[in-house]
């Protein structure tokens, strides 16, 4: 399935992309909002650890060109290294997650639609596979991870049925363990294992931690009036975003009363607010069914 760009007018409008502005797509994917970015005139800088994301990347400068678009393939957890290289922005957008290519190709071993080699690693060059994990780590640290990770309500009993049926290697192994620890899928009702193999994709692709370094960044990225937009697809990332954006809002810090004393560092964005998708483009795109935007205005200078 082709990947379509979600909210895609709610960022434009976010972000203004235009002439003389540039944008950091921190999460290319097959470059939906870039392309749209391009087209509205602005310089687009991206990101991504995906190899097939690169090579979709490479066709869109030879398109465009160097001086309007670059790509880099590395995580955004490095986006600092890249500004030092690049510049400051105007506009960073992150669209966490996945992308449908990537979901569809089996190979990758995101998908318990149709099995493949349990991998879900985003970047396959390096780091270790959901295998790795689910075959070696202890019955209580794979329960933790479980119920951290993807807050699978009975995490004890999915561990356990994981444990007893090692040794796992394919994502068909895993949903088949999964069944037999809960309940067995049924055509219209949530797969069971959809929790369990969120929990193993953040393990595996460190979202937790990647996103805290990411956020950590934004005052490094954008310059005075950038705007950050980030799309999220699951409770526990958007609940990481809107406590940073509240945590470092101006008005937030005001009625809480703590806007004196405070550093200057710690309250330097304006919230602009959060969206969902419409009943539409959910019925267009059923994948953009669980996304959240959220967007933040960096105010001025930061003194740190
Ligand atoms: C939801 S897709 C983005 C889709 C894109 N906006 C589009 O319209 O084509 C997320 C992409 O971000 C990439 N990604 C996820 N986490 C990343 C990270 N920590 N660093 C760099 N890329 C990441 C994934 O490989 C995937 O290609």
């Avoid at 992308?99 to 985003?122: H, I, K, N, W, Y």
């Avoid at 999964?178 to 949530?190: D, E």
């Avoid at 483009?281 to 959240?292: H, M, Q, T």
Wanted: charged share 30%; aromatic share 4%.
């Amino acid at each position: 399935m082709e990947h379509v760009p979600v909210l895609l007018e709610a960022i434009l409008s976010m972000l203004q992309p235009a002439p003389g502005r540039t944008v950091y797509d921190a999460t290319f994917g097959r470059g939906g909002h870039t392309r749209a970015f391009l087209e509205r005139g602005a310089r687009v800088v991206a990101l991504d650890v995906d190899p097939a994301a690169e090579a979709e990347a490479q066709r869109l400068q030879a398109e465009v060109g160097s001086e309007r678009f670059r790509f880099h393939r590395v995580n955004f957890s490095d986006l600092g290294k890249v500004v030092s290289q690049e510049g400051q922005a105007d506009g960073l957008l992150l669209d966490l997650g996945i992308s449908s290519p990537q979901v569809d190709q089996a190979e990758r071993g995101f998908s318990f639609q149709q099995s493949g080699p349990l991998d879900m690693r985003m970047d396959p060059t390096t780091g270790m596979s959901a295998a790795d994990l689910v075959n070696n780590l202890s019955e209580p640290e794979l329960r933790n991870l479980l119920r951290d990770g993807g807050e699978d309500r009975d995490p004890g009993k999915i561990a356990r049925g994981i444990v007893r049926a090692r040794p796992l290697g394919t994502t068909a192994d895993l949903a088949t363990a999964v069944c037999r620890a809960t309940r067995p899928a049924r055509p219209g009702i949530k797969h069971p294992a959809t929790r369990t193999f969120l929990a193993l994709r953040r393990a595996v692709n460190r979202e937790g931690e990647v996103l805290d370094q990411v956020l950590a960044s934004v005052p490094k990225v954008l310059r005075a009036g950038g705007r950050l937009a980030v799309l999220t697809y699951h409770s526990a990332e958007d609940r990481v975003v809107k406590h940073w954006i509240r945590g470092h809002a101006e008005e937030e810090k005001r009625e809480m009363g703590m806007a004196f004393g405070l550093p200057n560092a710690e309250r330097w964005v304006k919230a602009l607010g959060e969206e969902v998708p419409s009943e539409e483009e959910i019925s267009k795109n059923p994948r953009a069914r669980s996304a959240r935007l959220r967007g933040a205005e960096r105010l001025g200078e930061v003194s740190s």
